[in-house]
């Protein structure tokens, strides 16, 4: 049954692998690195993590890849599931398992479903203390990128002045000096290298004065050196270089830890976090953690907190790496003092030498009187003659062991030149002999002439025997003669030879022997420069060891020396000042006099001091109330003047109008009033409101009856700045404007972060916004990502359909859309720049009456929270800016086909305001908000607990003067709506 369950458990090869296999074919993969660059990764149904690990090492040529690994980083991308913006995690991956199992998981549908993408990542996984001795670029690349990734996602909280200084060493690393001659890009890199949390603390200007000195200071150094410089700040930070794990608690005994928290491990202990915003709680030392374990669901830690032991139990699944980590921080350390200790006793166990030099004179004994002192220094100086003298004795024994080998070096060189003598007089001899033999070869071959003319001659006797019979017996004498001395040279001939044979042999024997010599010379001669070499090499490490062991025992000496000096001055002294006391002690009275008087001012001081606490701690107190007093002061001013406030703004006439021969219809008698003839009334039609701007105002003139409204979003309250009027009136020039007349929203969203910036020092505040269209009654994100085009990243999986958009009221009352992107941002540049993006998704067309109609209702949603520095409380404002599309006759517009359907949803969402508008102005029990989605979008801002304000745009000609009534009469009853603006504030403890 287990082998059953193990098989089932286990990931199919798919058919891809399979095929790849029988092919004896490598599949690829990618894998990222947080730099968001990647390598391409082979693999096959056998390749492990570990294995995959070592081939990307050998892609980018890194070495010292053993702190490196893979992780698995998942990124939610789904809205609905995860509103609001979440950092990836990354998960450990283990070394064992398979690759292919890896891809496969990736790519399963599930991951879709859950609302995340997952990716292979290759990172460090911890920051180990020998990282750095290793100075291989590639490492130290990887290293500063992590270490960069880590604080820029605020792992690493630091205060201001830190935060500005690695902003600039991070700026010079990526650009090099020169970047503040380009002001914005010089701000955009600030915004970038400084965490949110950090960089709403402060106003703008004093960031980019602060940091732009800094980065100016570093204009003489170099890239590497700023990353350097950045790498070390973070290492001298308590928590720095640490590896963080997410846990819930479970036990807490001190009840200072909050539910979720972050753990960080790094060499020097335990570091709690706050997750958000990151905050540092409190740290436990290595040496406090007397315990540690974990399970599959939880880790503990038993450690000493203010010298008392305690239990802390943690739920997380991330248990073992925890604990692995932890358990390789406190090696290293132990490694290092095993390495420190080691070191030591090898230096005190080493043998010190000298080369001439002779240990410092003792001092003299009556230095001081201090006998003891001087008997110690004296012991101390026997052993460390003592230690030079065997040093000495080392040193003669090498110095004697290589005049030895030095010695038979110069005996083989002799033998090599005895036997060399020997070759040279046997070759002599040789040469003698086989002269010899062709002396004697020479003698036979004249015999052998002289034996033939003898028998030529015999044979003349023969003939002449009967004449010269006398002679015959002469010449058979000499005859005979003749043939025994050929016979004796011939027996000559071969002992000749037979000692020419003996001495060829004995020359190729001696010849042999010669080789053999000089081979056996040759590698005693090699021997002996080897061995020369390395006795030269020990006796020069030898010797600068001993004398730099001298040399720092004779600076000891002589610091000790000079410390018994110092000593003996300092006891001359004491005797002197004892002397002095002596004479002086008549004064002991007056001095406790007087110390009994400084005590009692001191005590007086102490009061005023305490006094004036008490009253600056009053007087905090007060201002405080004055700051609550005088924000009470300011909403209820704005209550005073209408929940609702409704502004009437004309338009000046167009070219194309005048050319028409249109004129003026509507008039302004003044500043709180709009009127207009109607048909055959003689008497114009007047209707107030709470200000009216003419043709001739700018947007600066309309924006400043606003600006107010931006402090109520800031100090927590649902804000809501709408415009309404019939198409082509100037509705979306007054919320948007354009690039040289910026509307409401631009100078809105700059006065936000001004205000922030101002307020930096008491709160500190995180802005995101949404935006929403609503178009032909289907409600769409204009900020949701654009799909991965093709072949751009594998194995990321991106849902195929958008996130469902749902609107839903918080129990504030507060209207939320469920499921639409929300974007961060730390300036209103950035804030801009993602509206521009939104507004180029905007559905727009051309009509007969507006060359460029909005087609659709735009809302534009600005969530502010902050929390205050002293007293931690939390708000949450919303200001939102909405762009209704405006109110068309179909007859005038001459909409037709996919225009006439957008103008008749566009009349039928109007018609369904005009319902809730109407509902609300005859306090109707019953608001028909749920008919149609853009009242339900605008349901807190009419009739609900927002600060509301609306533009009605009109135009001026008479042409338009039935649309223009309509929208009048329409702000008219907008107008008289009361809603019941509250404040979202609570405790910071209590939200978390």
Known sequence: ??????????????????????????????????????????????????????????????????????????????????????????????????????????????VVREGCQSRLLFKKRMFRETDEAISEPQFINLSYVQAQ????????????????????LQIHAEHGPGLDQDP???????????????????????????????????????????????????????????????????EDPIGLLPPRLILGINKRGVHFFRPVPKEYLHSAELRDIMQFGSSSQAVFFKMRVAGVLHIFQFETRQGEDIC?????????????????????????????????????????????????????????????????????????TAQQAESQVRLENESLIGELKDLRDMLSSEAANRATLQDQLDETERQLAELRNELDMTKSALTAATAMANEHCGKVEVEHARLAELEGLIDAKHKELEEVQARLTAATRAAESAAAERDLLERKVQRLEKGKETEVKELREQYEAATADLRAQLKARNEKINELMESAAHNAADLEEMRHELETARRDATELDELREM???????????????????????????????????????????QDAKGKIRVYCRVRPMLD??????????????????????????????????????????TQEDVFEDTRHLVRSALDGYNVCVFAYGQTGSGKTFTIYGNESTPGLTPRGLTELFRLIDKDAGKASYSVSLQMLELYQDTLMDLLLPEPVRKGTMRPPIVPEQPPKLEIKKDPKGLVTVTGASTVPATSAQQLLGVIEQGLARRHVSSTA??????????????????????????????????????????????????????AQAINKSLSALGDVISALATEQPHIPYRNHKLTMLMSDCLGGNAKTLMFVNVSPTDANLDESQNSLVYATRVRTIKNNALRDEANKEVIR
């Open 595 to 637: 110390k009994s008087d400084i005590e009692r001012k001191e005590k007086q001081q102490a009061s005023i001091i305490e006094n004036q606490a008490r009253r600056l701690d009053e007087l905090d107190r007060l201002y405080r109330e004055e700051v609550v007093a005088r924000k009470r002061a300011h909403n209820a001013l």
């Open 324 to 396: 692995m980590a932890l358990q390789t921080h406190i090696n290293d350390i132990m490694m290092k003092r095993y390495s420190k200790v080691k070191q030591a006793a090898a230096s005190d166990a080493g043998k010190a030498g000298t080369d001439g030099v002779q240990p410092a004179a003792l001092p003299p004994s009556g230095m001081g009187g201090n006998s003891a002192y001087n008997a110690k220094m004296e012991e101390h100086l026997k052993e460390q003659q003592q230690q030079v003298e065997e040093a000495q004795q080392a040193l003669a």
């Open 656 to 697: 194309f109008e005048a050319a028409k021969n249109q004129t003026p219809a509507v008039q302004i008698p003044n500043e709180l009033t709009v009127a207009h003839l109607w048909r055959d009334e003689k008497k114009p039609r007047e209707y107030d409101f709470d200000a009216v701007f003419g043709p001739n105002q």
């Open 1 to 110: 049954m287990h082998s059953l369950l193990t098989i089932c458990c286990m990931q199919l090869p798919s058919v891809e692998e399979i095929v790849a296999h029988l092919q004896s074919h490598r599949l690829t993969t990618i894998v990222f690195f947080l730099d968001e660059t990647f390598e391409e990764v082979a693999y096959d149904i056998t390749t492990s993590v570990a294995e995959a690990v070592e081939q990307l090492a050998g892609l980018i040529r890194l070495q010292n890849y053993q702190t490196f690994t893979l992780y698995e980083a998942v990124r939610p991308v789904n809205p609905k599931l995860n509103p609001e913006p979440m950092p990836d995690e990354h998960l450990l991956l283990d070394e064992h398992r398979y690759v292919a199992d890896i891809v496969a998981e990736l790519r399963h549908p599930r």
């Open 184 to 250: 914005d890009c010089f701000m955009a890199g600030i915004e970038r290298f400084v965490t949110r949390q950090v960089l709403m603390t402060r106003p703008r200007d004093e960031w980019r004065t602060d940091v732009g000195a800094r980065y100016k200071a570093l204009a003489q150094h170099t890239k590497e050196d700023a990353r350097t410089q950045f790498m070390r700040i973070l290492r001298t930070l308590p928590y720095g270089n640490a590896t963080f794990f997410a846990v819930r608690r479970i």
């Open 849 to 902: 009456m507006n060359r460029e109609s909005s087609r659709s209702h735009l809302i534009i949603s600005c969530i502010i929270e902050g929390v205050n520095m002293q007293s931690q409380a939390v708000t949450r404002g919303k200001l939102s800016f909405v762009d209704l599309a405006g109110s068309e006759r179909v007859k005038k517009s001459g909409s037709t086909g996919e225009n006439l359907k957008e």
């Open 149 to 168: 990734h880590d604080y820029l996602a605020g792992n690493y909280p630091v205060v201001r002045e830190d935060a500005a200084q690695m902003a600039a």
